[in-house]
């Protein structure tokens, strides 16, 4: 007999024989949005399906801090029963209201304080940095305010044994699993609490509900990518180091639990994802030395999502950025896409 003992081969194997129910092979607009309106349901299912009635926001404003050139609010929300959201909302000295804002997303690591320039002893940084480089302050400087939110699992929403084994840590291997156990997925916990956000900003007398946008890096690219397919409120989406087939990163490595969506490979790949965010712009980059989503498999989602864009009629509204570094955030060419999509003035 042939011995095979290799379970990543097996695996491998399993992806290479299956066929999935789904993809994006439309070649008209008409294929393309028949293709949403089929799809977009079942990618609501496969994240366990949302509340059937949003619970009041009861929102909070218990901090306004002054800065040179923008004002930073701590906000609180209610997600769901028994589920609190934590923000800062960023709001640049000079502002025309309503103007652009944008949902940011942190990836794993301090959670949302890393984005807005907090030091883990509350100090201000003095220039960007971290893995993140505080892309939810360089936004200001696009023209565009921010809503910083913190992701379950994260930071401020962790339980009480990753909060004692320090600040970058998170937890959610347990919450994720848990999600899993009950039918349904972190990632659909976390698309949730970004939808919640958007609900929020409508609220908000600064904020333009028509130039609302999304963006995240690593774990926060994830929520960005999901939500943004999901939810038509999104209407421009910067994904950094995140877009990438299955087979170029999950697949083949460890990561967190919280990037596993049961069943999604029978239905279509992550690139797929984009066709439900087209002809909405788009944006992803990738660093050229990122170990965990890998240059070429990522090459070969951008060159998905150009078609997808080229099939919608709008291939100017996709654009990508490959740079020289490793799983880092950017922003050369994302975030003045950004603020030329949602009408910002870069500064």
Known sequence: MTRYLDSLEYTDFLRANLKPRLPFTASTIEEAEKWQETLHPEI?????????????LEAEVPEVKKFENYTRETIYFSSRERMTVKGYFLLPKSWKAPGPCVVCLPGHGRGVDDIVGMEEDGTQRSQYGGYQNDFALQCLDHGMASFAIEQFCFGARRDEKARQAGAGDSSCNPAAGAALLLGEAMIGWRVWDAMRAVDYLETRPEVDPQRIGMM???????????????????????????????????????HCIDNYVPG???????????????????????????????????????????????????PDR?????????????????????????GGATI
């Open 44 to 56: 609501v299912r496969l994240l366990g399906g949302f509340p059937e009635r949003k619970c009041p």
């Open 216 to 254: 995240g890096i690593s774990g926060g690219g994830t929520t960005t990518l999901w939500s943004s397919a999901v939810d038509t409120r999104v209407r421009a989406t910067m994904v950094s180091g995140y877009y990438c087939p299955v087979g170029g990163c999950i697949a083949i490595m460890n």
């Open 264 to 314: 999604i490979l029978k239905l279509c790949d992550h690139p797929d994802l984009a066709g439900l965010v087209a002809p909405r712009p788009l944006f992803v980059e990738s660093g050229a030395q990122d170990g965990i989503f890998l240059i070429d498999p990522v090459k070969e989602a951008v060159r998905h999502a150009q078609r997808i864009y080229q099939v919608f009629g709008h």
């Open 318 to 342: 996709f654009d990508h950025e490959y740079f020289e570094g490793e799983h880092q955030f950017c922003g050369k060419k994302g975030l003045p896409f950004m603020a030329e999509q949602l």
